[in-house]
């Protein structure tokens, strides 16, 4: 079985040395992951695009600001997004997008910085990575206004009416291990509709993880349960299930993986 994690968290702070959890990684199946880059404070965007650097063929760069932090990043923090993002080896924008569940800056903020975002990644013709909570009708707007249409919905936990107004436009699902949680029955039922053609796999690791794990630190090697649950709602076997999800992930973000 051949997987991939669409978008995990590999900080130094959850993390101080990435050798164990991507050799655990690796046995479980994984092929690749694309680790998030985002802001942390003004004048540093984390160690995504130098740990990738170091496992260049496992793991693959994005670069954002997040929702939370859209009004604390400072104009030169900006600037110095778009020469990140610019890079080769950074394969998306983001993540971006709206949170109205914690709104950790305000929401004019957080609406500025995502369209900033959103034109950044049209700008380089690279794929958008959203987040988004509490938001989905204004998300679908702002995404609807920017005409963007390539990119993924991270961890998405929508209905299906959400996820068929994202799906319409182009958007990828990428479903994370709450789809594998009780209560999640509008999410359950939103994966079971979707195209298989048009969703991912996630851990959004250190955040999130499935059940039997849930509880403990997350990591991508943790990716199988996920896998597993939507297997199970789309009826379909696991292997189908992670091999597909893979290959949409290498063509949404052009990943250096044969499969």
């Known amino acids: 079985m051949k997987l991939i994690d669409a978008h995990c968290h590999l900080e130094t702070k ?11 990684s690796q046995a479980a199946g994984l092929v690749h992951a694309v680790v998030v880059g985002q802001w942390q404070k003004p004048g540093d965007f984390g160690s995504a695009v130098a740990l990738s650097a170091q496992w260049p063929d496992f793991l693959s760069p994005t670069m954002g600001i997040h929702p939370h932090d859209a009004a604390q990043a400072t104009p030169e923090d900006w600037a110095q997004l778009e020469t990140l993002c610019a890079l080769p080896a950074v394969r998306a924008v983001g993540e971006t997008g709206l949170d109205f569940y914690y709104n950790h800056s305000p929401r004019n903020a957080q609406d500025e910085g995502f369209r900033r975002q ?6 380089l013709d690279k794929p958008l990575v959203v987040h988004v909570r509490d938001a989905h009708a204004e998300c679908a707007h702002i995404l609807k206004e920017e005409g963007m249409s390539k990119g993924m919905i991270h961890c998405f936990t929508g209905d299906w009416e959400a996820g068929k107004r994202y ?3 182009g958007f990828h699902l990428s479903i994370s291990g709450v789809v594998t949680y009780k209560k999640t029955e509008a999410l359950q039922a939103a994966v079971s509709y979707a195209p298989l053609s048009q969703l991912l796999l996630e851990t959004d690791t250190p955040y999130l993880a499935p059940i039997p794990q ?3 630190k997350n990591e991508p090697g943790y990716i199988v349960h996920t896998a597993a649950k939507v297997a199970e709602l789309k009826g379909v076997p696991v292997e189908e299930v992670a091999l597909t999800c893979a290959r949409n992930a290498v063509t949404l973000l052009a990943l250096p993986v044969a499969l």
């Open 14 to 24: 959850d993390f101080p040395t990435a050798d164990d959890v991507i050799a655990r």
């Open 118 to 123: 959103c034109q950044l990644a049209k700008r």
């Open 167 to 169: 799906l319409d436009m």
């Open 214 to 216: 849930r509880g403990k």
